[in-house]
């Protein structure tokens, strides 16, 4: 029987780590089958704090996983695939396994969605993006394309404008599905190149190991055509890795999990930690906070029932 096990190893379930394992909890974290999460493919993250000079996003989840590997923390490989949280001890199957705990803390994340692309996903983290936030400030006076039609691609391309020289916005429909006041923001915006009914056929250049250009082409008309850039942001979404949980904990339509006050989930004794939360900030410290509540709200809950 387990204390607490943690359910994903990004920087909110390895910050759960740190904490529980600090706190003698032994916790178990299942690591999915992307160990270190999303920062797993990325390269310099320059804005989580304590790093002056930036730190590679894989070094930076790798010393997380260490440092809570040094107080106890256990970390197995593999997906939940099953959960049976009607009842108490809460049953988690990893791949087959089954595993007993008292409590759980969901930290599996938001994956973001990507077009598909094999030289898109070569290129992930060196010159494809999906977070401006992130890695806008790399592409200071150079090209970028943003691909998209909601809400959050005209929020990137609006704050690339920051960066880019200009900042080219593709989407595959000449409708939006984005609200009218961020059209409005976007459409008053200079710097903002539109391209409509186009999609992207290549991001090129895996060969070079950067982003160098993009090859387009128009739905409507069939023209084929390349055009340079140096950053390539993907804005169409984000998934919540939540559907094993389905039925159980309540998550809001696009499957992000609802809240229920701190770190709280409508279950007592599971508790939710990053992205697969917050539909808002997705950031490598938010993430690493939400796992320290969590954390400490599992800690609490484990001592008033006298564990
Ligand atoms: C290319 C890229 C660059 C980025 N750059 C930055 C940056 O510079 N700075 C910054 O602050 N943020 C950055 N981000 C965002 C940041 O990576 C995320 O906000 C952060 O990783 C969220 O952490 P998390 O632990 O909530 O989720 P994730 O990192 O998404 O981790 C989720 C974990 O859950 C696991 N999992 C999923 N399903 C299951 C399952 N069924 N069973 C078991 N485990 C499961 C996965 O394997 C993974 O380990 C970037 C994101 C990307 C994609």
Redesign the pocket.
């Known amino acids: 029987m387990r204390n607490v096990v943690i ?8 910050t759960a780590a740190i904490y529980t394992a600090r706190a003698n909890l032994n916790p178990l974290v ?10 797993s ?2 390269t ?5 704090p304590g790093f002056p000079e930036g730190i590679l ?1 894989p070094v930076l ?1 790798e010393n997380m996983r260490k440092q809570a590997e040094r107080f106890g923390a256990e970390y197995q490989y ?4 099953e959960a049976d949280l009607s009842r108490r001890p809460f049953r988690i199957n ?1 791949e087959g396994d089954w595993v007993e705990t008292r409590t759980v803390i969901i ?6 969605r990507w077009l598909g692309l094999e030289s898109e996903r070569q290129l ?2 060196k010159g ?4 401006a ?3 806008g400030r790399f592409y200071q006076g150079r090209k970028i394309m943003v691909v998209g039609g909601g809400d959050s691609a005209m929020e990137e391309a609006n704050f690339l404008t920051r960066f880019g020289s200009e900042v080219a916005l593709v989407h595959r429909r000449d409708q939006f599905r984005a609200s009218k006041i961020m059209l409005e923001r976007v459409r008053a915006n200079p710097k903002i190149k539109w391209i409509t009914n186009t999609v992207v056929d290549e991001v090129m250049d895996p060969k070079r190991e950067a982003v160098t250009a993009a090859r387009l082409r128009n739905v409507v008309t069939g023209a084929v055509w390349e055009q340079e850039v140096d950053g390539f942001f993907v804005a169409i979404g984000h998934i919540p ?1 939540t559907a ?1 949980f389905k039925g159980q904990i309540d998550t809001d339509a696009d499957g992000y999990i609802i809240s229920h006050g701190g770190a709280r989930t409508n279950i007592p004794g599971v508790f939710h ?4 939360q ?1 539909r808002v ?7 690493a906070g ?2 320290c509540m969590a954390a400490m709200e599992a800690e609490k809950f484990l001592e008033a029932e006298g564990h």
């Open positions: 359910i994903g190893s990004g920087c909110a379930g390895s299942i690591s999915g089958v992307e160990p270190g999460g999303q920062l493919l990325t310099e993250v320059e804005n989580f996003g989840v593999g997906s939940v695939i990893v930290a599996s994340g938001a994956s973001a992930i983290g494809v993006s999906s977070c936030t992130c890695d890795n094993v930690a990053g992205d697969v917050d900030y997705k950031q490598a410290i938010t993430a939400a796992g």
